[in-house]
Structure formats: C-alpha cells, structure tokens
C-alpha cells in the first residue's frame, strides 16, 4: 500500500546552446522559401552555398545540410517536370501542392535539428552525402 509512484521520465528537447544550427536552419529555409524569391529553379544555390562552406564537425549539422541540398535539387528538378505538366494538365496546382509541402517538410527538418536528430526529405534523391 506504501508503494511508490515510478519517476516521471523526462525527454530533453530542448537546443543544446553549444551546438551552431543556424546555417542547417538557414538551409533548410533558403531552399523552400527561395523558390519564391528567386525562382524555383534556382532553389537549390543557397542550400549549396551553406553546404560547402560548412566546417563544422558536427554530423547531425552535415547531415541536415546534405538532405537539404538533395531536398532543393529534387524540388528543382520537380519543377521542370512540373512546367511540362502545366501545358498538358494542371501543372500549376501541382507545382503548388507540391512547393506547400516542401515548406512543411523543411519546418519539420529545422524542428528535427533543433532536437539533435536526423531528418531525411520524403521523396528526395540523395545527390550529396554528409
């Protein structure tokens, strides 16, 4: 009758200050968000940028870095097949949903690297790796 309740487990999600996730962040984010900007085509420059001028040891870091480049050279690819289904059909819908999602997936990639933990782009073909 005395028994005690068990400990109360408690998961860590909080950022590791002494970890640099901002250029993974700014990754992330460059590559869904510059298709705006700029142009889809070209989404894939500023994931590229951060990519090689990273020196970091860091292999969760190296690791958002390549699936963020290999996430906006497939969106970039994407979007030429997209422009040949807009004379077709409905291409344009299609580029949309397609680019919406892409914008949720590179959310879900920062909150993963903001937990310390890995993330892989659905439906991204792997060019680069860490």
Known sequence: MNEQPPQAVVINQTTNPNRD??????SHLLGSLSGIII????????????????????AILKHHLAQSLNASI?????????G???????GFITLLVHWIMYIIWSINANNALKA???????????FVTP
């Open 21 to 26: 996730i901002g250029s993974g962040t700014a």
């Open 39 to 58: 142009s889809p085509l070209f989404s894939w420059v500023g994931p590229l940028i951060m990519h090689a001028s990273n020196n970091n040891e860091d």
């Open 74 to 82: 497939t969106f970039s690819l994407a979007c030429l097949i997209h």
């Open 84 to 90: 040949v289904l807009m004379f077709v059909c409905l």
């Open 116 to 126: 310390g933990q890995m993330y892989d782009y659905p439906f991204a073909i792997s």
